[in-house]
């Protein structure tokens, strides 16, 4: 009886900490990127900013995050995720209170460098690695699965209840809009935001297990085992994958700004819309955990990338008309399927890859210092092209852009098809 009563306590704390996981590993890039996603024209229009500046303000963050996805690793390895994690997301929530005093580009452009450090340092790695410590090795595609379709779920639900704040300043008539009206409905947003992201701190110190991560007795340094890491070219070519899977997850970001300038929706109805679509992540990202278990992750998503291709390539062609609008609806809707897939699974390629599990930190470090780069180089080539054409064109050669990423990662997956036929063994331990 007391063995019964233990084993549904270990289950209790286990799915509780994994609820703690979803959570805060989406709520902690919500100021950063849930708002400019689903509220990205009336972000442009209270901040005065073009779409080149915002994707400017995005490649700041990405420098600060790259410089802090490396360092971060290592940290994972050795202290305690609870800590990690809690302290990274106080500090972000504070940044949130700051934005909402609508600083101006300066203050914006430290903001977003300040939220580049207290994201990812302290943050990311710890959360993929204590993701891969709660699946076993025959359920990484289940775990990440569920871990990002989770997130999806959390987004899905945060951007509705966002939507709903946003609407009780904003006016049904979105003609008759005010400046003060649209101020008050973003600062909404923001604050919601904020409160989310203190409570996710609150959440992770109660709930993450307060353990130091298991090292091997000959590993004593922090920052050991990096040589062997930077060495493997399996792991660089899965850093790859991510560069093209997160090229296209950043491509999402402009659905918004697509759904006012060429669908003629209003800025709240655009809100609606792509809060809608994020339903669709949990649903992505746990059938294709589900078929990398059953089958593998290359292979999924290798075909992922196929999907992604073929739709930006329709997207980038289609001008919205009335005969063809259900063509253009079922495009977006695969390009959104096939997107959160791949976030659903690139991280489970560490078993594939066979990583050392006393050095995924440090393996994720290097692959997400690479595979996030597009936070740095996306946003100003993509407002750019954007404001080069203004209007349909621009979106349409947007759309062209990402369907060159996607071929990209298409081949990038037949290289490390390669790797692994030919390199079996495991990197060095």
């Known amino acids: 009886m007391f063995t019964d009563h233990l084993g549904r306590n270990l289950i209790s704390s286990r799915l509780l900490a994994l609820a703690c996981l979803i959570f805060a590993g989406e709520v902690m890039f919500g100021l950063t990127f849930h708002i400019p996603r689903y509220f990205r024209a009336t972000i442009l229009e209270v901040f005065g900013l073009s779409n080149a500046q915002l994707g400017d303000l995005f490649a700041v963050y990405g420098v600060t995050a790259a410089l802090a996805y490396f360092p971060g690793g290592p940290l994972a390895d050795r202290f305690s995720a609870r800590k990690l994690m809690a302290l990274s997301l106080f500090a972000t929530g504070i940044g949130g209170l700051y934005l909402a005093t609508i600083p101006g580009p300066l203050g914006m452009a430290v903001l977003y460098g300040y939220w580049g450090a207290t994201t990812i340092l302290l943050f990311w790695a710890a959360l993929i690695r ?42 049904a008539e979105a003609e008759s809009v005010t400046a003060g009206e649209r101020l008050a409905a973003l600062k909404s947003v923001i604050h919601f935001y904020t409160a989310a992201t203190f409570v996710a701190a609150l959440l992770c110190w109660f709930s993450i297990p307060d353990r130091r991560a298991q090292r091997e007795p000959s590993r004593m340094g922090t920052f050991s085992g990096i040589g062997q890491v930077v060495r493997a070219p399996r792991i660089w070519a899965q850093a790859m994958v991510v ?122 470090g290097l692959i997400s210092v690479v595979g996030y780069t597009p936070e740095i180089f996306f946003g100003p080539i993509s407002g750019r092209i954007l404001d080069h054409s203004p209007g349909v064109t621009g979106h349409l050669n947007y759309f062209l852009f990402l369907a060159g990423i996607s071929v990209v990662g298409v081949v990038i997956v037949l290289i490390l098809m390669s790797l692994l036929r030919r390199s079996p063994q495991p990197p060095d331990s």
Not at 146 to 170: E, K, P, Q
Not at 329 to 344: K, P
Request: hydrophobic share 50%.
């Open 130 to 171: 204590t993701t891969r410590e709660w699946g076993s090795t025959r359920e990484q595609g289940l775990a990440f699965g569920v871990l990002d379709g989770g997130r999806g779920l959390v987004a899905a639900a945060l951007a509705s209840l966002a939507v709903i704040a946003f609407g009780w300043s904003f006016p």
């Open 243 to 364: 560069v093209c899977a997160y090229c296209g997850y950043k491509g999402l970001d402009n659905y918004s700004l697509y759904a006012v300038q060429v669908l003629d929706m209003s800025e709240l109805d655009a809100g609606r819309f792509t809060a809608a679509t994020a339903y669709i992540r949990p649903v992505a990202a746990i059938a294709a955990g589900l078929m990398a278990d059953r089958f593998n992750a290359r292979g999924v998503i290798g075909g992922l990338f196929i999907a992604m291709a073929i739709s930006y390539g329709a997207l980038s062609q289609i001008a919205p008309s009335p005969d063809l609008l259900n063509i253009l609806y079922a495009n977006i809707f695969i390009s959104y399927f096939a997107v959160f897939g791949l976030r659903g699974v690139y991280f489970a390629l560490l078993e594939e890859t066979r990583t050392p599990s006393h050095r995924t930190g440090t393996a994720v």
